[in-house]
């Protein structure tokens, strides 16, 4: 089945402890995104990809750091998360700049 | 990206047509329209998209007014797993971002 997976799907932790929520995708796409939504702001882009070792920033990056060693896996990394950066998270991939874009289930951080 | 416009929420009873609108007036020559839904508690869902000619999928269908200056999202025959929010995006297929930008959408509530 093709699919997004994140893990964890929750998570609570404390301001400074570094962090890192994982995505994968079983379709051998070229592109991966990481998104976040807020209440009233809806989803806004982080970083994106668009193949290995290519990696650009989006709309919100400040705090967050990628990386994609392998074409599969986009982890998110929150190297001293801070508060503001409790949200709901989500992972998407896609095969081309029209092709469907796959989510992920989301992951839902609390930092405290 | 060119800016769409939906209504807040709409109703709709089960096993009813819904048509959901979209206004997107500055579309430019080479934006598709999409459709994303998302579901309480899920991450966004592909639906359809298209760029001049009416589309239809298992899903839906997608009427694009000749003047491209809006479209229509059909759900043939609503279920009560169709309640979700609903957003049309304008994608350029240009660029080195396949970003979509996600505005409010439309909350679709359907009734037993």
């Known amino acids: 089945e093709a699919q997004v997976t994140q893990n964890p799907r929750y998570l609570i932790t404390v301001t400074g402890k570094k962090l890192t929520v994982t995505c994968s995708q079983n379709m051998n796409h070229e592109y991966m995104s990481w998104y976040r939504q807020d209440p009233g702001l809806g989803l806004r882009q982080i970083y994106y990809s668009m193949n290995v070792e290519v990696t650009d920033k989006g709309d919100v990056p400040e705090g967050y750091k990628v990386s994609r060693k392998e074409k599969r896996n986009f982890p998110l990394i929150l190297e001293s998360p801070s508060p503001n950066q409790t949200s709901l998270y989500f992972c998407a991939s896609s095969r081309g700049s029209v092709n469907e874009q796959y989510f992920g289930p989301g992951t839902r951080l609390t930092v405290t | ?112």
């Not at chain 2, 970003?99 to 959408?105: D, E, I, R, S, V």
């Open chain 2, 1 to 112: 990206d060119a800016k769409t416009t939906q209504p807040n929420s709409m109703e709709s009873n089960e096993e009813e047509p819904v048509h959901l609108p979209c206004n997107h007036s500055t579309i430019s020559g080479t934006d598709y329209i999409h459709w994303y839904r998302q579901l309480p508690s899920q991450g966004p869902e592909y639906v359809i998209h298209g760029l001049t000619s009416n589309v239809n999928n298992r899903m839906a269908s997608l009427a694009i007014a000749e003047d491209r200056k809006s479209s229509t999202l059909i759900l043939h025959r609503a279920t009560l797993r169709d309640a979700a929010v609903y957003y049309c995006i304008l994608r350029d297929p240009g660029g080195s971002n396949y970003k979509l930008t996600f505005g409010k959408g439309t909350l679709l509530t359907v009734n037993p």
